[in-house]
């Protein structure tokens, strides 16, 4: 047994305790009614590994068949996973490894969730998909169920606990792709043609459709990442993504998260778009400063640019709340959120969520999707999503964060040679920053040789993005693999 000792964990709002977001989320900072054990010293006990790629027929023939027909662009350790359940996945092997990537923070709610599976189930021997030359019964009740949730606990505008501002209710619109990246390119598609408008609006005798209009420039971040299509690549700041497909969009500036210094000149009168994420997750866990953010949305007022917050991995409760940005001051909100991973649980789907005065652009053929929002995605999306946002759900996100931020914590104290001093992200958004940028990618291998996964995140960090959904018991093998990795080095 460990030598532990009695230490409180403070129950943090899953946010940066500044004074403007605890102050507009009407939150209180509290102490943990129990005490929590924490271990004085780091494991011992993942010194070794203890996976291995066992070599077998069957594994060997689908490794050869992968290598001869599949597109090599990505490196993969050589085993096969066969099955898995809740927040564990087993190879074809038979070894046990503890996910704890959650397949690059989409299985919310673990792997062969029972409700998911029943509803996955039903609905597909009910009705798959008609495309969108027909309505379907579930896109319009996902759609307002993501709607209303924002409405009443905050995002897009809305504070926490506000009342939708306009007459008749409605204050935003939802348009479903089948991906991040697609979401992405969607909206940066609306931002454009709202550019456009708003060009034409400015003087008399404009026209959206004339070849003078130099509102068409996009703003991104250093270290972002938005996807991989064109369009999104364009945004994706990093010279590995973007080098090998130059030239991409022409009239993309590129601006450094959390730099007020030159925004005045970043975001500017031909600024039609700004999309940033409030955690940046590929980019290596980086959260964007509120003050930073309020000075942003000012700044896109200011010249009538749209925002657009990417919430692919950082939003729908990953960081205990329904978007990150939702407890944060409405000042700073967003015109436009993207979402994805999460939101169906590993069934492929995407969605933009647009206030109603930036969605009023939009009219029948100016965007389309064949897959986009079929009842199948939907009606998965909807059972999620109402998992997700259940009241339990969401306490025992923010318990298990608590546990988890507080046993990450020591690791700085334990190891100050090797990592930094600050815990990065928020809820279950978490990065390990290293100071010897070789160390992630070892971590990462090491850790997996012992039965756990975990992912790089920019150069220097390990990312921690489990299933929403873990508890205590899977913090303590995973923070136990780490340790034992750290000691190693």
């Excluded at 090998?244 to 500017?268: E, H, I, M, R, Y």
């Excluded at 939003?315 to 967003?334: I, K, M, Q, V």
């Excluded at 608590?402 to 958004?429: E, H, V």
């Amino acid at each position: 047994m460990k030598n532990s000792t009695s230490l409180r964990i403070a129950r943090r709002g899953l946010f940066h305790a500044h004074p403007r977001a605890a102050a507009s989320a009407n939150l209180r900072f509290i102490s943990s009614e129990a005490a929590t054990l924490l271990p004085t010293a780091p494991s011992t006990r993942y010194k070794s590994p203890t996976h291995s790629p066992i070599a077998s027929e069957s594994a060997a023939d689908t490794l050869s068949r992968a290598s001869k027909y599949l597109l090599p662009v990505y490196a993969r350790p050589d085993f096969i996973l066969s099955h898995g359940k809740g927040s564990y996945v087993w190879d074809t092997n038979g070894q046990k490894y503890l996910d704890f990537s959650a397949g690059i923070a989409v299985n919310a709610l673990g792997h062969a969730d029972e409700g998911f599976v029943k509803t996955l189930t039903e609905q597909s021997g009910k009705l798959l998909h008609t495309s969108n030359v027909y309505h379907n019964e579930w896109a319009g009740k996902l759609a307002e169920l993501l709607v209303t949730l924002t409405e009443k606990e905050g995002g897009l505008g809305f504070p926490v606990g506000g009342s939708p501002p306009s007459i008749d209710g409605t204050s935003a619109k939802v348009f479903f792709s089948n991906s991040g990246t697609e979401a992405n390119e969607g909206a940066l598609k609306i931002a454009r043609k709202v550019g456009k408008d708003r060009w034409a609006g400015a003087a008399p005798g404009r026209t959206w459709d004339s070849s003078n209009c130099t509102k068409t420039a996009i703003v991104c971040f250093e270290n972002s990442f938005h996807g991989r299509s064109m369009g999104a690549l364009s945004v994706t700041s990093n010279p590995k993504y973007q080098t090998p497909f130059a030239p991409l969009l022409p009239g993309v500036d590129v601006g450094k998260l959390n730099d007020f210094s030159n925004l005045n000149t970043l975001v500017n009168e031909d600024t039609c778009a700004v999309i940033v994420e409030p955690i940046q997750g590929e980019g290596g866990i980086n959260i964007a400063e509120v003050d930073w953010l309020v000075a942003l949305r000012k700044r896109c007022d200011e010249v009538g640019a749209v925002l657009i917050f990417d919430e692919i991995q950082c939003g729908l409760y990953r960081t205990g709340t329904l978007w990150a940005h939702s407890a944060l001051p409405a000042e700073c909100h967003p015109d436009i959120i993207t979402m994805a991973k999460p939101l169906a649980n590993g069934y492929p789907i995407g969605a933009v969520l647009l206030r109603d005065t930036v969605g009023a652009t939009m009219t029948p053929g100016t965007h389309g999707t064949t897959f986009g929002g079929s009842p199948l995605a939907c009606a998965v999306g909807h059972h999620v999503l109402s998992r997700l946002a259940d009241r339990t759900t969401v306490a025992q996100i923010m318990e298990t964060s608590a546990y988890l931020t507080g046993r990450l914590g020591l690791l700085p104290k334990w190891f100050p040679d090797i990592l930094q001093t600050n815990i990065r992200g928020r809820g279950l958004i978490l990065g390990l920053g290293f100071k010897d940028t070789a160390h992630p990618g070892r971590v990462v291998s090491m850790a997996r040789e012992r039965g756990v996964f975990v992912l790089t995140a920019g150069k220097d960090a390990v990312r921690i993005v489990p299933s929403l959904n873990i508890g205590k018991e899977e913090v303590d093998l995973a923070v136990d693999v780490i340790e034992g990795c750290l000691g190693e080095l």
